[in-house]
């Protein structure tokens, strides 16, 4: 007999043409997400994206003006966040002052009704989860910041939420603990397979931790896909200076596929279809190497200056009026000075037209 | 700057301080030192010491029937203002709605208005809704009294509190009755308290709104105080006068420690 076919599980999450506006302010326009269970995906954006906006949506703070909200399958668009079966950890630990660490943790299973025995083995099992064992009868205040923001996680996750929304949870950590507690963040999800969506300005850190990015800009979702996608192939001239840093050069189709030509009367060979007559190539400054005059898609340039970084040192060169970045090893660059005339290479497999 | 640390100044400083809290002591020492003296008629200083003005005073059911209306009247009062108030604060604290700030000026408008027009407005309000003078009547003027002095209090106790913690409960299934009960009322005891004074030793020491408000056979305190002095120099009055110090002080110290005890908890 053969297995009957998997029941196709839905989305953890799912928002469907949401549209959020504040009186003429559009916050989101017709936004549409899925969150598969057990994945840690990231919403970035600059500030004013919608990317918080997004969160609260989903966490029940605000109500789209259109569209619908689905967790686990069920329409939860009209229900308050009590009745949603989310986690949130905020921006600042936000732990009940006036509640010692077992009582924070406690809180969400008294609401729900987890009787005694059980609740207090559920707590336990969680502080050691999180590290926190011996701590639970200190009150918030007498905690690190690192302490309180794993109080903030336990609290969430010990109701075993559909989703866990972290809104930029370690903003209010210093630039190494903040490195740390991201690392453990995504281990701990990962471990517990937690499905998460994480708001973060930081592209770094939506890099480092995302199984998925998804790139916000002006209510709009720019591009989505795993970090690696979203940094070598980016789809918008948005995605491709926000993340990371990119020359993006004026380019014209040179008629031929995979040909653009660009100032100076340079013909590059790209990786995708110009999709248009006029628009830009994008090149990463590290992709950019020392060339030998003899290879394909070599730029004649001069060097405007230099930017010592340790390993790697930053050019600031030109093709006539065209000005571009080079991130070359510091050991390439150590035989170059101001003003002299430079070739450069550049392989086709990283170069991208963008209309 | 050198006069700051001169040792001149310094002793001025002093000098100045025991002339502030001599003048601001000066009437509750005279009103205390009048009650303990032995004289018939109210003088100071005392020639001697006796308690037989307080003796006389628990004895006069005009007082003490009084204390008892004054006590049950203010507690009365406190707690209606504090039920209606606590929402009230939250509301213009919290919410930016079309009309928010004119309701918050009305409610702080018993401030301003001298109590004589208050009084007079709701003697005849009081007559016009048939409740009349009374302990109804009175109630409802030391509601409209008190309740500006607890919203007051509770908004700034409301902006110092985080509303973050309502959305953190929130999401950790709290139901609103419970985010109030479990979240927001025990963050805000300390302000409570200190609404909770203000309200009752407002209510207490009232005479100018109940002097209207007052039915013939049942005055409050202050009233009672109030019309005692006109027709006697009876230092019975200054006994009872120093009653009502001692009281409102233990008041105030005790609600005191219990914000500071909480605060420390």
Redesign the interface.
């Known amino acids: 007999m053969r297995d009957p076919a998997p029941i196709p599980q839905p989305p953890a999450v799912a928002l469907s043409a949401v549209s959020k506006s504040y009186g003429e302010v559009a916050a989101l326009e017709l936004l549409s997400l899925d969150v598969r269970c057990g994945e840690l995906v990231c919403l970035l954006g600059p500030s004013g994206c919608g990317k918080t906006t997004t969160l609260r949506l989903i966490?029940?703070?605000t109500s789209p003006t259109r569209g619908r909200v689905f967790i686990e399958g069920a329409d939860v668009t009209a229900k308050?966040?009590?009745l949603r079966n989310?986690?949130?950890v905020?921006q600042?630990p936000?732990?009940?002052?006036?509640l010692s660490v077992f009582e924070n943790v406690e809180?969400?299973l008294r609401?729900?009704g987890v009787a005694n025995p059980e609740r207090r083995k559920r707590v336990n099992g969680m502080f050691a989860t999180v590290r926190l064992a011996g701590l639970g009868a200190r009150y918030p205040r007498e905690l690190s910041g690192g302490q309180q923001q794993r109080v903030?996680l336990a609290?969430?996750l010990v109701?075993r939420p559909a989703v866990l929304?972290l809104d930029e949870p370690f903003s209010s950590l210093d630039a190494q603990l903040r490195i740390h507690m991201r690392e453990e963040v995504r281990a701990l999800v990962h471990q517990l397979n937690a499905t998460t969506v994480l708001v973060t300005h930081d592209q770094e850190e939506a890099l480092a931790i995302a199984d998925r990015v998804v790139v916000m800009n002006k209510g709009c979702i720019e591009q989505i896909g795993a970090p690696s996608d979203i940094y070598d192939v980016p789809q918008s001239r948005f995605v491709a200076e926000f993340i990371g840093r990119c020359n993006l050069l004026p380019c014209k189709s040179a008629g031929g596929t995979h040909m653009v030509t660009i100032e100076g009367g340079h013909l590059l060979s790209i990786a995708n279809d110009p999709a248009g007559d006029e628009g830009v190539v994008a090149i990463r400054p590290e992709h950019l190497v020392l060339g030998n005059g003899q290879s394909p898609n070599n730029l004649r340039v001069e060097v405007l200056q230099f930017t010592y970084l340790g390993s790697r040192t930053h050019l600031h060169v030109a093709i006539q009026n065209l000005k571009m970045l080079v991130d070359l090893p510091s050991a390439e660059a150590k035989a170059l000075s101001i003003g002299q005339p430079l070739e450069l290479r550049v392989d086709p497999a990283f170069v991208r037209f963008l209309p | 700057m050198p006069w700051q640390n001169s040792r001149l100044s310094l002793l001025g400083w002093g000098l100045f301080q025991v002339a502030a809290y001599f003048v601001l002591a000066l009437p509750s020492l005279v009103i205390i030192g009048a009650s303990l003296n032995p004289a018939s008629t109210f003088s100071f200083p005392p020639r001697g010491l006796t308690l037989a003005w307080y003796m006389k005073a628990m004895e006069t059911p005009a007082f003490t029937d009084s204390f008892l209306l004054s006590v049950e009247l203010a507690c009365l009062a406190t707690a209606l203002s504090l039920l209606a108030g606590t929402p009230a604060a939250y509301a213009l604290q919290r919410y930016r709605l079309p009309g928010l700030q004119s309701l918050h000026s009305l409610l702080l408008s018993p401030i301003v208005i001298p109590a004589i027009v208050l009084g007079i407005g709701l003697l005849m309000f009081a007559n016009l809704i048939g409740i009349g003078q009374g302990l109804a009547a009175l109630l409802l003027g030391h509601f409209v009294l008190t309740l500006p002095y607890v919203v007051r209090t509770l908004i700034s106790s409301f902006s110092l509190f985080?509303v973050?913690?309502e959305?953190?409960?929130?999401?950790?299934?709290?139901?609103w009755p419970?985010v109030w009960f479990?979240?927001i009322l025990?963050?805000i005891i300390p302000g409570l308290l200190s609404a909770a004074i203000f309200a009752f030793v407002t209510s207490f020491g009232n005479v100018a709104l109940s002097i209207f408000l007052v039915s013939g056979s049942a005055a409050t305190l202050p009233v009672q105080m109030f019309a005692a002095v006109e027709h006697s120099s009876d230092p019975t009055l200054a006994a009872v006068a120093t009653f009502v110090i001692l009281i409102t002080g233990a008041i105030v110290l005790c609600i005191d420690r219990l914000a500071n005890l909480q605060r420390l908890i």
């Open positions: 966490a029940g703070f308050p966040p009590h989310i986690g949130m905020f600042h936000a732990l009940f002052p006036h809180f969400g609401n729900i903030a609290r969430a109701l929304l | 985080d973050v913690l959305e953190a409960a929130q999401s950790l299934r709290a139901s419970v479990r979240v025990p963050n």
